[in-house]
Each structure stands twice: as structure tokens, then as C-alpha cells.
T-cell receptor, first 114, second 112 residues
Framework: KAGVTQTPRYLIKTRGQQVTLSCSPISGHRSVSWYQQTPGQGLQFLFEYFSETQRNKGNFPGRFSGRQFSNSRSEMNVSTLELGDSALYLC?????????????FGEGSRLTVL | GENVEQHPSTLSVQEGDSAVIKCTYSDSASNYFPWYKQELGKGPQLIIDIRSNVGEKKDQRIAVTLNKTAKHFSLHITETQPEDSAVYFCAAYLDSNYQLIWGAGTKLIIKP
């Protein structure tokens, strides 16, 4: 079956702009989580959506937001971009009844803020 | 809240030798502990996991051990091969908020 698909794979923005990233989970998966990964850093948890509801949120400012649609596809948005937002943004999907199942990660969207 | 510490941050071993990565968690209520491997340019992938009612689990050259009393768990890779070179992440799961808490990662380098 198809894996997790993230679009776009690469993008360049300038400070102050906003960006929307998309994630299509594996068919049948109801949970989508988002992570930020910067060089040399681990996986910083942004938020998790399950059945269109935000179930968990990490410690990121309100400029970072997300949503999940009825088909489980998810988007995240970053407004008023800052240089420090340059990172690889990873999305992961799972069946999601709880989170003790395998997370399937996409290959990420690499954002560069100039 | 839950915190997961992972050591070492970088580990270099000779091909064929064993590698051990350790993680310590803070919340004794954590009950699920996965390990993920991230190869260059890819997203992390689950390689092995263990639940709190089990002390050890093996899958070919990979094993994970869990010490609930000491609140730590370890990844063991035997007979390391070049393809084991990657970043490895541990995580601990807390039932109360459905959240996985991640370690900072270990870069494993296999020297030929």
C-alpha cells in the first residue's frame, strides 16, 4: 500500500511569509502527527490529530497550527515565518486508537526561510 | 512531565562489533518503548519496540532490554554492518495523554 506522502518536498520562503504543508496518511490511518527536525536536533513534536481533533500539542508558538480533514489528510501552517523555522517537517501516520502502534513517517518537507 | 534522556549522542564502532544505546525515562507510568532508525534523507522507521510487561525482545541482530525498576531501556545491535549507520531514536509512551516522548537521538557510525 502507498506510504505517507508529504508535499511539497522542498520549499523556500522569506521571513514574514506563511507556509502550508500537506500530509496524506496511509489509507485507514486516523492519526497524523507532525514533527520539526533541525540539523543536529531530535524530533520536536508539534501536534497530533486524531479523527479531525487535535489530541496533543507540543511547545511551539501559536504561529504553528494544523488541521485534519475527514479523509484523515492533514495540513500544517506556519505564519509569519522566522529564520529559525528552517527545518525538515515530518509527518507520521498511525492507526491511532492509542499511540502504541507503529508510526509511519513520510520523507518530510524541507523548508528554508531566507 | 515525561522526559527521555538518550546516550550517547554519537557512537562509533568497528564493523562487526556490538553497539549499545541507552535511554532513561522519568515517568514510571510509561508502558511502551519503541526504537526508530532514521537513514539519511528519510523519515524514521520503527525497528523494534517493547512493552512494559516484557523485559527483553529480540529480532535477529537487534534486541531491546527494559529495566522498569531503574526506568531505563537499551538498544543492542550485534555484528554491526555498514547499513546500520543511521540516527537512532528511542521514545516512551504515556497512556494518560497518548503522547510519545522522544530521546534526542544517537548517531551511529560503523567504521569499515
Amino acid at each position: 500500500k502507498a506510504g505517507v506522502t508529504q508535499t511539497p518536498r522542498y520549499l523556500i520562503k522569506t521571513r514574514g511569509q506563511q507556509v502550508t504543508l500537506s500530509c496524506s496518511p496511509i489509507s485507514g490511518h486516523r492519526s497524523v502527527s507532525w514533527y520539526q527536525q533541525t540539523p543536529g536536533q531530535g524530533l520536536q513534536f508539534l501536534f497530533e490529530y486524531f479523527s479531525e481533533t487535535q489530541r496533543n500539542k507540543g511547545n511551539f508558538p501559536g504561529r504553528f497550527s494544523g488541521r485534519q480533514f475527514s479523509n484523515s489528510r492533514s495540513e500544517m501552517n506556519v505564519s509569519t515565518l522566522e529564520l529559525g523555522d528552517s527545518a525538515l517537517y515530518l509527518c507520521a501516520s498511525s492507526l491511532g486508537v492509542d499511540n502504541t502502534g507503529e508510526l509511519f513517517f513520510g520523507e518530510g518537507s524541507r523548508l528554508t526561510v531566507l | 512531565g515525561e522526559n527521555v534522556e538518550q546516550h550517547p549522542s554519537t557512537l562509533s564502532v568497528q564493523e562487526g562489533d556490538s553497539a549499545v544505546i541507552k535511554c532513561t525515562y522519568s515517568d514510571s507510568a510509561s508502558n511502551y518503548f519503541p526504537w526508530y532508525k532514521q537513514e539519511l534523507g528519510k523519515g524514521p522507521q520503527l525497528i523494534i519496540d517493547i512493552r512494559s510487561n516484557v523485559g527483553e525482545k529480540k529480532d535477529q541482530r537487534i534486541a531491546v532490554t527494559l529495566n522498569k525498576t531503574a526506568k531505563h531501556f537499551s538498544l543492542h545491535i550485534t555484528e554491526t554492518q555498514p547499513e546500520d549507520s543511521a540516527v537512532y531514536f528511542c521514545a516512551a509512551y504515556l497512556d494518560s495523554n497518548y503522547q510519545l516522548i522522544w530521546g534526542a537521538g544517537t548517531k551511529l557510525i560503523i567504521k569499515p
